[in-house]
């Protein structure tokens, strides 16, 4: 302590200058005194001064202080290797034409891009477009040809960067569209731009979290009045009975050509029901009450603290009988202009709509539970973003059964899903709601 106190004198002249390093927090720290930060496991930390062995003089989220060193990892540590394999491995990903495939033969998704620059093409004409994961591509192209965009920047930190290049050139773009190869985070532009566009949802909306990019983006790139598409977002959850799912996965088990299996359904359920379906299409005989928002973000002003920990009550009013497996959820985004009168161009992922790649997701209880009409589910769901493995969420679900004249208690439930990565959550997090 006394390391630190001996440099506090130099703290005026320290400012909020040039950042030396970036660092993430390994543990939470609560700050002991006026000058120095607190800050939680997996925050991200920008070191403007290495002031001694033992403590630095740091900023986060506009905050000012001393941060203990043996709290925090460089990301130039060797020890940072696993945190920053998260991005090697996420950008190979979309560095083969696989994914991309799947992305373009998904119709309701990519042409509602370009029924927004449809839509809004007097608002676009002439102006300049910046594409966040562009891809192969083909936003940027709509926002050249359909919106007639002046400039179109397109970044993109995958190897498909250079595939896109020859794909912008061939199709007679290069001169309104400029590929950039690299991450957002490290670009700099050389003007603002009236248009951010990207694809940045995941499963449950935010999985793989390359919103935050976006955010990076807006706030670094956006001019004061720009736009941003989607403009908003919105993720639904609702309860539903998955019987051909609870029927295939365990309770094929109770007889296997004549044996009886059943002993493995306890661990049928572990290894099948661990994690939620991703790719499940909910049926509306199968929904067994509307559903409700659970998050809405607008795009132009939701900040990346926003999304750490989401925690939402729900209620529902069961409208009929059935056994309840699980919950799905689905997302929905919105294009805006706020120059325009036009409607809203909506891409949702729900399933009283055409199908896309993110089909809907199924987080199936342990056991179901049986249910009737009137009878109210209520509960809370919270989303919370792995310290770790930052791209990668943690979704808990806990509630009950009531019934629907005395509200008494019928039964409850309470399951943790990783998406996809475990993390170790505070005490808080897991135990049951009362």
Known sequence: MAEKEAVQSDQQTLGDGDIEDLCVAVSDFAGLSDNELQFSRGDKIE?????SEHWWWSRLNGHFG???TNHVVSFSDSSFKQ???QDCDYFENYGTLKLHLEMLSDKPRTEAYKKAFEVYCRHTKDKVVLDIGCGTGI????????????????VEASDIAHYTKSLVDKNGLGEQITVIEGEMENIVLP??????ISEWMGTMLLFEFMIETVILGRDKCLKEDGVIWPSEAQLYLAPCSAQSVYQAKVKAWDNVYGYDFSS????????????????????????????????QLNMKHVQIQDLEKIDKDFSFLVKKSGPLHGFCSWFSVGFSHPDSDSPMVVLSTGPKHSQTHWHQHLFMLDEPLSVAPDNEVTGRITLIRNTEWRRHLTVIIQGQVLKSVNKERIQSF???????MDQVLKDEYIKPKD
């Open 66 to 68: 001393y941060v203990p």
């Open 47 to 51: 070191v403007l001064q290495k002031t």
């Open 191 to 196: 003007e603002k731009v009236d248009l951010i």
């Open 264 to 295: 493995l359904r306890e661990e049928a359920v572990k290894e099948f029901f661990y994690k939620p379906i991703y790719n499940h299409n909910l049926s509306d005989e199968d929904c067994l009450a509307e559903e409700t928002c659970i998050l």
């Open 414 to 420: 309470h399951k943790v899903f990783p998406l996809w």
């Open 139 to 154: 936003l940027s192209m709509f926002a050249a040809t359909v919106g007639q965009a002046a400039k179109v920047y397109a």
């Open 83 to 85: 945190i920053s394999w």
